[in-house]
T-cell receptor
Framework: DAGVIQSPRHEVTEMGQEVTLRCKPISGHNSLFWYRQTMMRGLELLIYFNNNVPIDDSGMPEDRFSAKMPNASFSTLKIQPSEPRDSAVYFC????????????FGDGTRLSIL | QKEVEQNSGPLSVPEGAIASLNCTYSDRGSQSFFWYRQYSGKSPELIMFIYSNGDKEDGRFTAQLNKASQYVSLLIRDSQPSDSATYLCAVKGTGGFKTIFGAGTRLFVKA
């Protein structure tokens, strides 16, 4: 079975540009999570969806960040405008929403803002 | 107090030894407990899960859970250099949505 698929794997762009990260969850999973990971702050939950509905976006750092899940098989995380401090690895994860089901992570997008 | 706490390490053990990784959590309603392994530059990978008090063994890995003490641990027997990674403890409560991750413990296995 295919795992969580993220694109792009790497993104390098200049400050001020719009960045869009994409995620395809595992088929059948109804919860989707966006994380950011840095050496300083570790793994931070940004936002999560259940049945395509955003449940908790309290981890989104600023209004520059937005996320959508238009259907069960696709989600985007957008940063506009991007800043150098947004440089990090962004992970998408998915799971069933049952308490005993673990999250499965994609390979991540390594984002560098120059 | 953090919701899920782990010693950041690094924990250094010789090859062949038992590595013991510990985790405490604050929510007494937590029901599911997971251990992830993350190699440098890679994504977290699920290696163990446990739901009931006691021990659960899978190959060289044993997860231990004590809900009364709000404590979960991971033992790695016969540690190998390839086990060198960061180990993340993760806890899931009621509702089935969010999983809380610890900051991770870095493990080094010396050949």
């Amino acid at each position: 079975d295919a795992g969580v698929i993220q694109s792009p794997r790497h993104e390098v762009t200049e400050m001020g540009q719009e960045v869009t990260l994409r995620c395809k969850p595992i088929s059948g999973h109804n919860s989707l999570f966006w994380y950011r990971q840095t050496m300083m702050r570790g793994l931070e939950l940004l936002i999560y969806f259940n049945n395509n509905v955003p449940i908790d976006d309290s981890g989104m750092p600023e209004d520059r960040f937005s996320a959508k899940m238009p259907n069960a098989s696709f989600s985007t995380l957008k940063i506009q405008p991007s800043e150098p401090r947004d440089s990090a690895v962004y992970f998408c994860a998915s799971s069933h929403d049952r308490v005993n089901q673990p999250q499965h992570f994609g390979d991540g997008t390594r984002l560098s803002i120059l | 107090q953090k919701e899920v706490e782990q010693n950041s390490g690094p924990l250094s053990v010789p090859e062949g030894a038992i590595a013991s990784l510990n985790c405490t959590y604050s929510d007494r309603g937590s029901q599911s407990f997971f251990w992830y392994r993350q190699y440098s530059g890679k994504s977290p990978e699920l290696i163990m899960f446990i739901y009931s008090n006691g021990d659960k063994e899978d190959g060289r890995f044993t997860a231990q859970l004590n809900k009364a003490s709000q404590y979960v641990s991971l033992l790695i027997r016969d540690s190998q250099p390839s086990d060198s990674a960061t180990y993340l403890c993760a806890v899931k409560g009621t509702g089935g949505f969010k999983t809380i991750f610890g900051a991770g413990t870095r493990l080094f296995v010396k050949a």
